[in-house]
């Protein structure tokens, strides 16, 4: 373990840590272009230059690893000259077009030429060398002039996706990136060439002349398009979900997400959202508040008894589900979660980067809590032979399975609670009206048994209240309360409760989430297929 | 006209002398006005007082010779705006050599405080000050005043313009103040736009 000083503050790191690494781990940021903590290398943009006792020139921190004694210098004179005349070199022909920019505000070009004071280009702009500019590639805007051609896109291409899309073309001056034959980008990762990017080269489409970042508010959370939780910010404005980012986190998702988890922000801010509970009436819906909606249910639970029934949702939190699961134990009723096997496609991936096939965050939550229990096809049987008088399902993705639609309208009293509208509601006698992910605080299980913590990043509309709040308000209606007013106290109860959570609380799961040890009870053919 | 000072003397005794002396002002101005139309007082609105060539009066978006908006949806004005009375919506122009403008360009007149900061923090001109500053009308819906009337009011020549870049000199304590805003509360600076081939 060698064992360096850098800017007067004295680290050990590991053998092999480049100098970069060991001050990022400082808190001390060496400006940079080209570096990225998740891909390889590139040393090309020579803006990391650090001044290294005894050694005669200027070092790359980035590629320099950290030997015994090392004494390294980042804001000395000679460093910070260097930096300064990189950044000329890089402004030449940057256009410097911020205003127009969406990079403005989240570039490095800008924070860096800023610290410098460069704030003028030193060449006229009809003397810069124009490349393209505008160029629609599908998910991405290319604009050639803004890029420093630090190799960052071409990198990951190269490594992350493996569809090396990028490549430079020309040589000197006139080098610009570029994909081949200018075809748009393909595969499903292309949000995160906006994100690598340090500059305003390569943009999202979707982002486009939204809004300026610096207006933006980010919420730590988790992507809940699949089993792999993703670890995101929620960028959020005035209670409007502007876009997901992904957050680093090198055990789950590096610095990456997939493009379809990025587009499940637009599923919030709709009008389509359901925001007041509705009951049944003679001849049509009646809106009635979530208080009275919740009486009504508890009185058919009363009634129905054990002949009741509960399909929890892999779409909620750890905390919905608990709540959920102490509902339905209060009336001795049936109890289980989705249709079909939920152990089979858990840990299968569908492609090489991030995504995999169980598109539910929390599976294997559910799978803790033990909430698959009687078996869902043992309930549906129950339902069309008639002796389940009240049904409560945690999400209304089940009533869109034509094999369940059948079962369904066997039962006289079936309670949803829905974030969307859809025809499927139709089905139901009762609709409460639920938050959505980004809405409350829980967390969620991935597939690797990783803990994982969303925070509340947008009100919920209307009365919509977080699917616990609403299984807490029906256990007191049935005279047996949760015992808790917040999800961080439905969590300590939980994992007081439930085997290999024990200890846990949401101080413990932190930022970036808190394995579990493997579960034993796991089936080997689930080993088999991660 | 300018209006001139008087002096008072507060260390009058009571009594009658100074009532009437005071009616003998009145009736001087009265006479002044009457007959030798000396009036301090003027015809608004049919006449107005003129004002400093750098008035902050109600806000013009100034055009090129296309006569599309200079304006490039920066959101520079309505970062800095301390009133946050700017809203703004961009949109894509792609037959033009910039490709950002305002779809929406909005400023509600009656949060606006009129501080200047918007044309300070503005790196195109897009945005000046006129000198008008009677600001009238029968609801609060009118007085949010949107892109097109912004616009148009570049063919206001009765008032001429008021406080506009040309006027100020970069070293002046308000430019200084809406960028250290800008630098010191967002981090940015605005700078030259760019343009295409």
Known sequence: MPKCTIDGREIEVPAGTTVIRAAEELGIRIPRFCWHPDLPVDGNCRMCQVEVEKMPKLQIACNTQVTEGMVVHTKSEKAKEAQRATLEFLLINHPIDCPVCDQAGECYLQDQYMDHGLYGSKVELEDKVRKRKLVDLGPIML?????????????????????????????????????????????????????????????????????????????????????????????????????????????????????????????????????????????????????????????????????????????????????????????????????????????????????????????????????????????????????????????????????????????????????????????????????????????????????????????????????????AGLLLRLGRPLGAATAREVFSLLAKATRGYAGLDYRAVGGTGRPLPPDESASPAQEARA | MAASVVTVDRNLKPGVTPILKGFGVTLKAFFDSLFRRKASTIEFPEKKRSVSSRYRGIHVLTEREDGTPKCVACYMCATVCPAECIYIEAGERPEATIEKYPTRFEIDLLRCVYCGFCVDACPEEAIIMSRENDLV??????????????????????????????????????RIAALERLKAEHGIVPGMPGTRS
């Open chain 2, 137 to 174: 009308g029968t609801s609060r819906a009118e007085l949010i005043i949107d892109r097109d009337r912004l616009m148009a009011r570049n063919e206001l020549v009765e008032h001429g313009t008021g406080y506009r870049p040309a006027d100020h000199d970069v070293r002046r304590p308000v």
């Open chain 1, 143 to 471: 604009d050639a002039e803004r890029c420093v051609l630090c190799s960052r896109c071409i990198r990951f291409e190269r490594e992350v996706t493996g569809t090396n899309l990028f490549e430079f073309v020309n040589r000197g001056d006139h080098t610009q990136i570029s994909t081949f034959e200018g075809r748009p980008i393909d595969h499903e990762y292309a949000g995160n060439l906006a994100d690598v990017c340090p500059v305003g080269a390569l943009l999202s489409h979707d982002f486009r002349f939204k809004m300026r970042v610096w207006f933006l508010k980010e919420h730590e959370s988790v992507c809940p398009g699949c089993s792999t939780g993703c670890n995101v910010f929620v960028d959020e404005r005035d209670g409007e979900v502007q876009r997901l980012r992904p957050r680093r986190n090198a055990d789950v998702n590096r610095s990456w997400m997939c493009d379809p988890g990025r587009a499940l922000y637009k599923e919030i801010g709709v009008t389509s959202r359901v925001s007041g509970a509705r009951v049944r009436g003679p001849s049509s819906w009646e809106g009635v508040t979530v208080a009275a909606a919740l009486d009504r249910v508890a009185a058919a639970l009363k009634q129905a008894g054990s002949a009741s029934a509960f399909l929890a949702s892999p779409q909620g939190t750890n905390e919905d589900v608990f709540a959920f699961k102490a509902l339905a134990e209060a009336g001795g009723a049936k109890l289980d979660f989705r249709v079909g096997d939920p152990q089979k496609r858990l840990r299968e991936r569908i492609d090489r980067v991030l995504q995999r096939a169980d598109r539910n965050p929390n599976t294997q939550g559910c799978l803790d809590l033990g909430v698959g229990r009687d078996g869902v096809d043992a309930i549906l049987a129950a339902c069309r032979s008639g002796r389940i008088e009240a049904l409560v399902l945690q999400g209304p993705e089940i009533l869109r399975v034509p094999e369940v639609v059948d079962a369904v309208a066997k039962v006289p009293f079936v309670a949803v609670m829905a974030t969307h509208e859809g025809p499927e509601l139709d089905r139901a006698t009762v609709v409460l009206p639920a938050a959505l992910w980004a809405e409350a605080e829980g967390t969620f299980t991935n597939c690797d048994r990783r803990v994982q913590r969303l925070r509340a990043a947008v009100p919920p509309p209307g009365d919509a209240a977080p699917r616990w709040e609403l299984a």
